[in-house]
């Protein structure tokens, strides 16, 4: 991530320069400067690109004059309907744009404080690159952008707006970095460690290890670990942000993540083509973790917990078989039809010890749980389930406001049918109709009617192409969603 300085208004003696132009606007403030030191050429490159400023258009003019090496110009859109998704694209696209320059200036004088810290924040998401096994690259293919000045009128607002950003920046590269990591080294017991690493943050962390785990009725968690040799864990993150004596403090709200550090699938293994995929399994967990950094790192107002259940999901002569039958930590069964539906056993004994440890206000699971919500909605959208309307309105608000949609999804009777065994209180699948449904439905059997939701990433954890704040690979998806709709509706 380059550093990123926010400073007055000053026409660069050397480098590049980023002009940020809404749509028909005249050239003003540094924009006017620097074509003015360039003999008007700054101009009337744009006028032969035919640049008008529209949403998304730029151009870029070499070596125009004024000292500049190079000039990006990128089209805002009309004033009046600049948005934060927007500046955040904006941002992006400067990122790319400056990849291969060592400094740069942006010529932000015409925005508000919060509207450059927006920009920013989009620069500081695109940058991100996950390289650290590249030992043989080639010194012209690795980026070199260093520092980012952005010339504004209020430099100090700024910064302070943008405080907060590169928290949640900092959150979201935890959490592309956890689901980057190749499975023989991100094991349960590594992940873990790593999470220790946000004490701090001023986080308590807890880890449970299979000992304590035995102790609390986890048979369900503990059957599907019990395959591997990599131990499974269980970490416990507390942020006690909520003011002190203003009020009496709150339940707590809980996030949980599914933690699958690789997934063979068991006993009933899968496909060998793209198995190597499954080292993201634990993007759920890695989404809470980056979360709890987050918030943790922007000092938020709120009692969090957040809890990830750790596993590795092998086959072995120890591993848990079709058929067997797990006691879970509620005291309820499961016949364990299909090893390969491994998270939602994971998170019935994680929900049950979040639910009977800290009766949380609402909770909120997130898991690459199921196949089907990717033939269901693709790529585009996560899948959202939840037993409280208001609840879920707030995740699908939250969602839009930061470009990361989920959609919501039924659940019913009809399909909690579906997972009813012959010889337990249930079983892990319901077949292949409703297959995120019948999923979902298996994890409400474990919230006590608490308000609860849970978000199928598994179509949104990972991605194949690059969008405009996301490079392609681990994307964080909700860590941005969750931090806002903590923000707006839950901080004293």
Request: hydrophobic share 45%; charged share 25%; proline share 5%.
């Amino acid at each position: 991530m380059p550093d990123i300085a926010f400073v007055k208004p000053a026409l660069p003696r050397a480098g590049a320069l980023v002009l940020l132009l809404a749509e028909e606007a005249p050239l003003a403030g540094l924009a006017e400067q620097a074509d003015k030191a360039a003999n008007g050429a700054i101009a009337r490159g744009l006028e032969a690109a035919k640049f008008k400023g529209r949403k998304g258009q730029s151009t870029t003019l070499w070596a125009p004059g004024g000292g500049v090496s190079k000039v990006v110009a990128i089209g805002l859109g009309k004033q009046n309907e600049i948005a934060e998704a927007g500046l955040e694209a904006t941002g992006g696209t400067i990122a790319g744009a400056m990849a291969q320059e060592r400094e740069a200036t942006v010529a932000a004088d015409g925005l508000t404080a919060a509207q450059a810290a927006g920009v920013a924040f989009g620069i500081a998401l695109k940058s991100y690159r996950f390289d650290r096994y590249r030992t043989t690259e080639k010194e012209e293919d690795k980026p070199k952008l260093e520092r980012v000045a952005m010339g504004v009128a209020e430099p100090a607002k700024a910064k302070a707006a943008y405080a907060p950003l590169q928290a949640i920046a900092d959150g979201v590269f935890l959490t592309r970095d956890l689901v980057s990591e190749p499975p023989n080294v991100l094991t349960p017991a590594e992940c873990a460690e790593r999470c220790k690493a946000l004490t701090k943050l001023g986080v308590e962390v807890e880890v449970l290890g299979p000992r304590e785990m035995k102790r609390l009725g986890f048979g369900a968690l503990l059957g599907v670990a019990q395959g591997s040799a990599n131990e499974p864990r269980m970490v416990v993150m507390k942020w006690m942000g909520a003011p002190k004596g203003k009020k009496p403090a709150g339940r707590p709200l809980a996030f949980i993540g599914k933690g699958v550090t690789f997934d063979t699938g068991g006993i009933s293994i899968k496909p060998a083509g793209g198995m190597e995929d499954m080292k993201w399994d634990m993007a759920g967990a890695g989404t809470v973790i980056g979360l709890m950094a987050a918030l943790a790192g922007r000092k938020a107002k709120a009692d969090v917990i957040g809890i990830v259940g750790l596993v590795e999901n092998m086959p072995s002569g120890t591993a848990q078989r079709p058929g067997d039958v797990v006691k879970t930590a509620s005291g309820q069964t499961v016949e364990v039809i299909n090893t390969d539906a491994e998270g939602r056993l994971v998170l019935a004994d994680v929900i049950h010890y979040c639910i009977e440890k800290f009766d949380p206000r609402f909770m909120i699971d997130l898991a690459t749980l199921t196949g089907a919500i990717i033939i269901a909605l693709g790529h585009e959208h996560a899948g959202l389930f939840a037993n409280d309307d208001t609840l879920a309105q707030r995740i699908e608000a939250a969602g839009r406001a930061v470009g990361e949609p989920c959609w919501r999804m039924p659940l019913g009777d009809a399909y909690d049918k579906q997972i009813k065994s012959d010889i337990a209180d249930m079983k892990n699948v319901g077949g292949r109709p409703g297959g995120s449904i019948t999923a979902a439905q298996f994890i409400q059997r474990f919230v006590q009617g608490k308000p609860w939701a849970h978000l199928d990433i598994a179509g949104t954890a990972w991605s194949s192409k690059d969008a405009p704040t996301v490079p392609k690979g681990a994307t964080a998806y909700g860590v941005r969603m969750l931090d806002r709709l903590v923000a707006e509706h839950y901080e004293g």
